[in-house]
């Protein structure tokens, strides 16, 4: 089964899927997330905002169009995130408090609650699935057993079970059961995961200010290049000159060819600066963040940033696996079937025997060589497994956090706001319990290298 779902799913993370999630997908999720922090004007809880993103990107991605972003992400959509985020810190409460069983014996306090916040889960996935059921029984390709109509992730589990369960009631009930199981685990891998990362990302970017300066700087070089490799010669001047531009003429002309840019209600009611950096955001993306400039060693000092933040705030700070069967370590210690075996990340990518005297430091510098970012082993750097098992979207995760992490350096500045408190969250993954308040301010329009 495991292998089943494992071949199912990456299919869903081929180089030609990752193109188009690129384009489409990760692009307009994380410009709609450049529109809400030129219009803030505030500090703001960046944690948030992102997993909001990221929660609509995997929704996009793993339901496809029977996902509806304005039906979907409404204030009861939030609220079964939210669910989310409760059941998983309380699952990891129930490491320290053995009374846990007690309580959902009885259905009482927080496992009352755990209940009912996955029970909401739960019916958000199950409405999700029937959508798609329904979709794809009214769509004429479906009729052919052989082929798969609609090339989303849900529709590929569904389409495979159908081609063993489908005259099996029984089978066919275990079927979506499990499908169920495989799409939480793929929206929990794609929102938490990827909005932790940035978040703690954006702390290091507020710590290490320098370092922010350096990332920009090298946007700022590939989208000059980029634009002298699209046939314009006085790239530089061009961008000067549509940075200051005050009166807004630049941003209405690209607005009007755009089409639909400015059509909602809330962009009409930018002012000229605003409409300009929200014109020139989506140029930058348009241009400068497409596939290959992302996937390749284009932008070595942003990977570089985001893997020394992965390292010293993974994701998921703590993992583990079961014995199938009696087994032998290579350091010789033994295991017998159903033991478990904990690593933990968190440590690993703290210790000086790895990553010398400092490892403890934010120092994105010791992952380029001559140059380019050059890769760790995965068994030192665990942050996407290794071996068999080793993450499915490992490069789609890296593909949506360097768009957004490059859009946004790119036109604003962040700084902690004074006295935030930066604590961990007890659950799975590796959260912030207050969040990140953060003030943003706009670059300046004029600001070149």
């Not at 010293?312 to 014995?323: E, I, M, Q, S």
Request: proline share 4%; with cysteine.
């Amino acid at each position: 089964m495991w292998r089943m779902h494992r071949k199912l799913g990456s299919l869903e993370f081929s180089v030609k899927k990752l193109r188009h999630l690129t384009a489409s997908v990760y692009k307009r999720n994380a410009l709609k997330l450049v529109d809400e922090l030129i219009t803030s004007n505030q500090e703001v809880d960046v944690q948030e905002l992102l997993l909001d993103m990221t929660f609509q990107s995997i929704c996009e991605v793993a339901f496809g169009s029977v996902f509806d972003p304005e039906r979907d992400c409404t204030a009861e959509a939030g609220s079964i995130a939210v669910a989310l985020d409760n059941a998983q810190e309380m699952i990891t409460r129930r490491y320290m408090y053995p009374w846990w069983k007690i309580n959902k014996f009885l259905g009482i306090g927080s496992e009352r609650v755990f209940r009912e916040d996955m029970t909401k889960f739960n019916n958000f996935l199950m409405d999700m699935i029937e959508r798609k059921e329904s979709q794809m029984q009214n769509e004429v390709e479906c009729r052919d057993r052989d082929y798969a109509p609609v090339q989303d992730l849900l529709s590929r589990f569904l389409w495979a079970q159908e081609k063993t369960s489908h005259q099996d009631t029984l089978a066919s009930r275990k079927s979506k059961q499990m499908i169920k199981d495989a799409m939480m685990s793929f929206v929990l891998a794609g929102r938490d995961t990827t909005a932790s990362t940035l978040s703690w990302f954006l702390y290091c970017m507020c710590i290490y200010p320098d370092k922010q300066e350096k990332i920009f700087e090298e946007l700022v070089k590939l989208e000059n290049l980029t634009l002298r490799g699209n046939g314009n010669k006085n790239e530089i001047d061009v961008t000067a000159r549509s940075y200051s531009d005050e009166n807004g003429e630049v941003a209405a002309r690209r607005a009007h060819e755009a089409g639909q840019m400015f059509v909602n209600a809330k962009t009409s009611k930018l002012n000229d600066y605003e409409r300009n950096m929200f014109n020139l955001s989506r140029k930058f993306a348009e241009e400068v963040l497409i596939y290959e400039n992302l996937h390749s060693n284009s932008l070595p000092y942003l990977h570089s940033a985001l893997a020394e933040t992965l390292r010293l705030y993974p994701a998921v700070p703590r993992d583990g696996k079961v014995a199938l069967k009696a087994d032998i370590l290579p350091d010789g210690t033994r295991l017998r079937a159903g033991d478990q075996v904990a690593y933990i990340p968190y440590a690993m990518g703290r210790m000086q025997f790895l990553w010398g005297p400092d490892a403890s430091s934010f120092n994105p510098e010791r992952w380029i060589r001559d140059g380019c970012f050059q890769p760790e082993s995965p068994f030192k750097f665990t942050a996407f497994q290794a071996g068999p098992r080793m993450c499915l979207g490992k490069d789609a995760a890296y593909l949506q956090m360097k768009l957004t992490a490059a859009l946004l350096i790119r036109f604003f500045r962040f700084e902690l706001v004074p006295n935030h408190p930066v604590e961990y969250r007890m659950m799975n993954v590796m959260t912030m319990k207050h969040g990140l308040r953060v003030n943003v301010t706009v670059r300046k329009m004029n600001q070149e290298v």
